[in-house]
């Protein structure tokens, strides 16, 4: 059974720093691309990043040059750093597992996800 | 970018009724890359279809998808209490991989 537990989510001040974590079971886990994934209170669903099983990286602009991701895959592991902390990016982060190696046309959905892990910005 | 609308906002319906859901693509999705997530309150959000028709595992056989091109649509054909929630669509069939807004469906 795929498993994916998320943790690091914490209260920060504005313009801080923060790390998550996605600790992966239950599947080989450098087969699979992984990605984050927020929900701001009441809102819906962004991208805020990904990783190939290669290595390869995505970031949408709202969070280019503040996020990066990264995994282990000796620790089946996926990590979050986030700097330069914003009031709106406060939200819900989840990990996920894609559909492929690659987060390419065909196979850049999630099939499995996280429970969550909550991030307030504030000060 | 592809933008998904999804209509509409709100679906208030009664368990037992037939539920549409409808998610619209500014252009066409290559090869039907479109997927529906179901989130219920305070939860994770779940694959339910993939391939715009494809259940994916354990997905009861009262949801379906169909659709293609720029229309898409999800069917739940006699809801059950345990079905009101949120539901996303997202297509992957061209970067970025836009979700689309969601569609809350509540109890009547």
């Known amino acids: ?123 | 970018e592809i933008v998904l609308t999804q209509s509409p906002g709100t679906l208030s319906l009664s368990p037992g009724e037939r539920a549409t859901l409808s998610c619209r693509a500014s252009q066409s999705v290559t090869s039907s890359y479109l997927v529906w997530y179901q989130q219920k309150s305070g939860q994770a959000p779940r694959l339910l279809i993939y391939g715009a028709s494809s259940r994916a595992i354990g997905i009861p056989d009262r949801f379906s998808g169909s659709g293609s091109g720029t229309d898409f649509t999800l069917t739940i054909s006699r809801l059950e209490p345990e079905d009101f929630a949120v539901y996303y669509c997202q297509q992957y069939g061209i970067s970025p991989y836009t979700f689309g807004q969601g569609t809350k469906l509540e109890i009547k």
């Open chain 1, 1 to 123: 059974e795929v498993q994916l537990l998320e943790s690091g989510g914490d209260l920060v001040q504005p313009g801080g720093s923060l790390t998550l974590s996605c600790a992966a079971s239950g599947f080989t886990f450098n087969n699979y691309a992984m990605r984050w994934v927020r929900q701001a209170p009441g809102k819906g669903l962004e991208w805020v990043s990904g990783i190939s099983g290669g290595g390869a990286t995505y970031y949408p602009d709202s969070v280019k040059g503040r996020f990066t991701v990264s995994r282990d895959n000796s620790k089946n592991t996926l990590y979050l750093q986030m700097n330069s902390l914003r009031a709106d990016d406060t939200a819900v982060y989840y990990c996920a597992k894609m559909g492929g190696r690659s987060c390419s046309s065909g196979s850049c959905y999630a099939n499995n996800w996280g429970q969550g892990t909550l991030v307030t910005v504030s000060s």
